[in-house]
Structures are given as C-alpha cells and as structure tokens.
C-alpha cells in the first residue's frame, strides 16, 4: 500500500502544479504532496533498514532423534572452519536412510550429553509484521524474513559425539578391541575364571531362590539354573561389550 500512496502523492505533486492555474492553492497543494511524498518516503527506509512495523518473533520447537549409526549409539558433528560453530549429522528416525545435516548459515548448534533422552529443540527467530495492519500497508516493501536458528541437541547418556573422523577411528579401533578381547577369552586361565565366576553367579541365584522357596521342584530348579546360567552370560556379554567400546571411544577421542 505505501508504493501505491507514493505513486499517488508523486502524481497529486505533479499535477497539483501544472493543472491548478490558482497560484495559492496550487502552492498549498503542491507543498502538501511533497510532505506526504517525503514521509511516504522515510516510511519506506524505515522498513527496509530498521524493519519499522516489524518485529522479532521466536518459536521453539522439540522433536526427537536418533543415532547416525546403525550399529552404535552416535551422534557426529563437524566444525566449520576456524569458527566455534559446528554442523550436526543425525538421523531423525530409524526408518530414515540417509542423514540429516544441520543448516551452517545463520545457525547456531549446540551439543550438551548426558540427558535422560534424544531431543532437538530448535528455536527459530524471525522478522514479522506486528499486526496485520502494517503487512498491508508495507505489502509491497519488506517482506517477512528468517533471523537466525539456534538448534540444541540434548544427547542421551550412553550416546558416543564423535566427528566423522573419530567416527571412522571408532570403528577400526573397535574390530581391534573385539580381536583381542576374542584372544583373551581363548586363554586357558581366563576361561576358567569365567566358569569359576558363572558357578558363584548360578549357586547365589539357587540359594537365594531356595531360601524363598524350600520346596521347590527338582524341574523348576533345573529351569531356575539355566536361566540364571543365561542371565550371568548376557552380563558378561554386556560387560565386554562395554568395556570394548569404552577402549575404542578412547582411541577414537585421540583422533583431531
């Protein structure tokens, strides 16, 4: 609406003087588009360099993700350049097959570990028109425009931050640590102290359940010690498993 006020007033400005034969009134007239023609004028460099009629608005977003890799829990990032700033690679959900990469222009992202669960909360901050008044009015000057975008990654415990140089480190230190954990359970000592530690594990859990229940059934017992033979198992599974990533993600963290 101001382009068209301002053609109105430069035309009313022009004719205003050559089509009003009384002198005083084309004066008053004149003058009084000329007015119009210069405010109509700061209205317009008002909104185009200090978004007169506009302001900054923020909304806030929170969605969930998920791991980059398929076979470990990782979240990886890379920094751009000589700056702080960083961009994350990340998977929205399971199904998805190739990463998300987070915007670099204009955006700020952020890495903070250790919360109960994967959340992406991105804020969002934009320059609006305050009522739908000014948009009409400046319809054809400044339009509604992104600001800037701030994306906080809360990262669940247990996930590995690695770039995807560590990442790749991760990996090759990872098939290493397995190797050699693979050849230490091969060895004669270490295997009897695993069957030594699984008997200890399977005669606590039968004491224990006995104590509860003194006249349990020569069947049931049998069941009762080759779950407790499974559960000690998925343990020590779960053990290596841990204490080779932990070795790896070390290696893996030495990596620039």
Do not use: C
């Amino acid at each position: 609406m101001i382009f068209i006020l301002f053609i109105i007033f430069l035309v009313g400005f022009f004719l205003s003087w050559n089509l009003i034969t009384n002198k005083k009134w084309s004066n008053i007239i004149g003058i009084s588009f000329g007015l119009l023609i210069i405010i109509s004028i700061g209205l317009m460099i008002g909104n185009y360099h200090n978004h007169l009629g506009m302001e900054k608005k923020t909304t806030t977003q929170t969605t969930s993700f998920t791991s980059v890799n398929d076979q470990a829990n990782m979240l990886l990032y890379k920094k751009i350049g000589q700056t702080n700033n960083k961009v994350v690679i990340y998977k929205k959900n399971k199904q998805q097959k190739k990463p998300t990469v987070t915007p670099a222009v204009d955006t700020t992202n952020e890495i903070k570990q250790g919360g109960t669960s994967n959340q992406l909360v991105t804020k969002k901050q934009d320059w609006v028109y305050k009522n739908s008044f000014y948009k009409v009015f400046f319809m054809f000057a400044q339009k509604e425009s992104f600001i800037k975008r701030t994306n906080t990654f809360h990262v669940k415990s247990g996930y590995m931050v690695f770039t995807p140089e560590q990442a790749k480190a991760f990996g090759q230190a990872m098939k290493q640590q397995a190797a050699q954990m693979k050849k230490s359970q091969q060895n004669p000592q270490a295997q009897q102290q695993t069957a030594a530690s699984g008997k200890q594990f399977v005669t606590a859990k039968m004491q224990q359940a006995m104590a509860e229940n003194p006249k349990m059934s020569q069947a049931d017992q049998a069941k009762l010690q080759k779950k407790a033979m499974s559960d000690f198992k998925a343990q020590m599974q779960a053990k290596v498993q841990k204490q080779t990533e932990q070795k790896a993600m070390d290696q893996a963290l030495k990596v620039k």
